[in-house]
């Protein structure tokens, strides 16, 4: 503490570390004690923390695909934005720090998409291969399918999809690191117009060879898979870009081991875990409105 003279004898209120009080008519000075924050870590928070990191690792592999997959989108907020939005607080997926960091990624029901189209239903069908709800009447796709046979099939099927509309398929493949466990998800991007006076290009020359399959009449799409996928129906009209509102139907060995309570616990403990609770003090975090 310390008493000022001269210009300053009028002084009151805080400036930085300083706060200026009147005593006995001078001006007393006194330096506030520094205080290191102690940060908040509720489990609540802690949880949202770590699923925080799947979710980042997970719009990355998207590598710029995922655009624009939010209809009627402020433009002050981005794409990520929206999608952390959309998905943070379900589906939490548990990664540790060291996971996180190298960039560790588990797939699991989260929104892809969301719009004014209607949504397309996903199933998996005989031996993991997913199965839309599209019908595709009586054809079957072989080498010599063009563009437009499919999609006239698809249009002629489906009165919702029109000449000019996107079939866009996400495909996200869980893998996992041999060495170190760490698991990754990389995603393909397939996307087609629809074209009914496209006789020329070949189904197989723009996508992946049997890439897309007829099963029981309705489209499926790749292979036997291990991960999630969502199938997008988009339209460009003058008010912009409309989309379905998909997310991702799931069949992922891996999810249930990092939605478990052993994996939150653990990731929480990799971010230096939770303060001890007084046995005595109302855990509010747990509370639930009346």
């Not at 960091?101 to 031996?127: E, H, I, K």
Request: proline share 3%.
């Amino acid at each position: 503490m310390a008493v000022l003279t001269g210009i300053n004898t009028t002084l009151r209120g805080s400036v930085g570390q300083y706060t200026y009080t009147q005593l006995g008519g001078q001006t007393v000075v006194k330096q506030k004690v520094a205080r290191k924050a102690t940060p908040s870590r509720t489990r609540r928070q802690m949880v949202r923390r770590v699923a925080w990191a799947n979710l980042v690792n997970l719009y990355r592999a998207f590598s710029g695909t995922l655009h624009p997959s939010f209809e009627n989108r402020d433009r002050r907020v981005s794409d990520y934005n929206e999608f952390m939005s959309a998905n943070l607080g379900s589906n939490n997926v548990a990664l540790t720090a060291a996971e996180a960091r190298q960039g560790g990624c588990v797939v699991a029901g989260y929104q892809v998409t969301r719009g004014s189209l209607p949504s397309v239903g996903v199933q998996f069908g005989n031996n993991n291969v997913p199965v839309t709800d599209i019908g595709m009447g009586g054809i079957t796709i072989g080498a010599s399918t063009t563009v437009k046979t499919f999609s006239r099939a698809i249009i002629d099927n489906n009165p919702a999809w029109s000449h000019g509309d996107q079939l866009t398929v996400f495909v996200a493949h869980q893998q996992q690191d041999t060495g170190t466990g760490v698991p990754r998800v990389v995603i393909d991007a397939v996307e087609l117009t629809l074209d009914v006076n496209d006789e020329v290009s070949l189904l197989g020359e723009l996508v992946e060879a049997n890439f897309f399959t007829v099963e029981e009449g309705k489209l499926a799409v790749g292979g036997a898979l291990n991960g999630g996928i969502a199938v997008v129906h988009s339209r460009l009209t003058p008010g912009g870009t409309k989309v379905s509102t998909q997310f991702f139907v799931v069949n992922n060995s891996l999810l249930g081991r990092y939605q478990s309570e052993e994996a939150t616990a653990a990731a929480i403990a990799s971010y230096g875990g939770l303060p001890t609770q007084a046995f005595l003090t109302p855990n509010l975090d747990e509370l639930t409105a009346v």
